[in-house]
């Protein structure tokens, strides 16, 4: 087992209590499973000097099933988003644009995907936060996720105004026209939504 020359002696010895205890732990049982599922593993493996043999051998095995993988991550919270959603509309206030940047992010992963515009809003506010620190390219891809992902069509002048300003900053004027013109498009076709406020 494991009788390679390069293998300290703590390695080795734990190495052969381990495998060829009788004890039946998770990994006395794991290898049972492995040698029936395989036969001749043992004295295939027990043949290998070096840790890369070991690992190429162990990616021939066949198949085993007999664990499940639990997911790991935590579930969507809509209430959860709207609190870091309204933090970071405080920070924004602030003009702690980093901070404000930061909570949106948060607001956007907790966020589900449909069934509400928390996420649409959330990136919305971060693009805000882009171009003020000066991150142009990132606060464009925000600003056509937001529109993508329900941002309300009364509100999206503020987004084709940002939008502009960016290409602006750019130096692609013409990109900045269409963007302050689709901006007075919206603004107009949803003026009558204004007039009622």
Do not use: W
């Not at 020359?5 to 495998?19: G, L, N």
């Not at 004295?43 to 000097?49: Q, S």
């Not at 506010?125 to 309300?152: Q, T, V, W």
């Amino acid at each position: 087992m494991l009788k390679s020359k390069t293998e300290d002696d703590f390695r080795q010895r734990c190495s052969e209590v381990t495998i060829q205890s009788e004890a039946q732990g998770h990994f006395g049982k794991f290898v049972k499973m492995v040698e029936e599922a395989n036969p001749k593993f043992r004295e295939t493996f027990d043949t290998l000097d070096t840790d890369e043999e070991r690992v190429y051998c162990c990616t021939m095995l066949n198949k085993m099933d007999h664990m499940v993988v639990k997911p790991v991550f935590k579930q969507k919270n809509l209430e959860i988003a709207k609190v870091k959603r309204a933090e970071g509309n405080e920070a924004y206030q602030k003009k702690r644009y980093k901070q404000a940047m930061m909570l949106y992010t948060m607001s956007a992963m907790k966020a589900p995907s449909s069934g509400d515009d928390t996420l649409a809003y959330s990136i919305a506010n971060r693009s805000a936060c882009l171009y003020y620190m000066g991150d142009l390219k990132r606060c464009l891809a925000d600003i056509e996720f937001a529109m993508a992902h329900g941002y309300p069509d009364q509100l999206r002048y503020k987004l084709y105004e940002r939008k502009a300003k960016c290409f602006v900053q750019m130096k692609q004027f013409d990109k900045a026209k269409s963007a302050l013109t689709a901006a007075k498009k919206n603004l107009e076709a949803n003026k009558s939504k204004f007039d009622e406020k």
